[in-house]
């Protein structure tokens, strides 16, 4: 292969990378989402007492039992843990993400206002006919000077 189609393979995979990525964010929001809503507290309680029974159920009585118990509590504990820390994690891109978009509506909102003084001044001086000094000698002209034209016409003379 030659280095121009190496290069063309390499620009579609990095498309490819770049539209699942996308997907692949879409897909976890949703998911976020219909996760939250679905946890009712009616389903909280109901999981919690069907998985309290099962685990006094499958444990022996006796000694290993309070090993086997600790157990379960240990992996409670650190599935909370990494749901939590996962869901951190999100709330942390989304933040980043709402950062870069915020930053980056700061600056066109500073582009624009520096442009509007540019704009601004340019359009009095466009729109303004120029008076040139015939005319303003001449009263009969039909078009008469602005006031600060006037004012300064009054101190050349």
């Known amino acids: 292969m030659n280095f121009e189609a190496l290069r063309q393979r390499v620009q579609r995979a990095e498309l ?8 692949t964010r879409s897909s976890w929001f949703t ?18 007492l069907a998985g309290g029974f099962l685990a006094g159920k499958l444990e022996p009585t006796g000694l290993g039992a309070k090993v086997q118990g600790a157990r379960w509590l ?13 869901q951190a994690a999100f709330a942390s891109m989304q933040a980043s993400e709402a950062a870069d ?13 520096d442009q509007a003084p540019r704009q601004a001044a340019r359009a009095p001086a466009a729109a303004a006919p120029r008076l040139t000094p015939e005319r303003r ?11 600060a034209e006037a004012a300064t016409d009054l ?3």
């Open 31 to 48: 998911l976020s989402t219909v996760w939250r809503t679905g946890w009712t507290p009616l389903r909280i309680i109901t999981v919690g």
């Open 137 to 147: 000698a001449d009263p009969a002209s039909p078009h008469q000077p602005q006031p």
């Open 74 to 86: 240990q992996m409670i504990g650190s599935v909370s843990n990494l749901v939590a820390s996962t």
């Open 16 to 23: 490819v990378v770049a539209v699942r990525v996308e997907k």
């Open 101 to 113: 978009t915020a930053e980056q509506a700061a600056d066109k909102v500073d582009d624009a206002t």
């Open 155 to 157: 101190s050349e003379r």
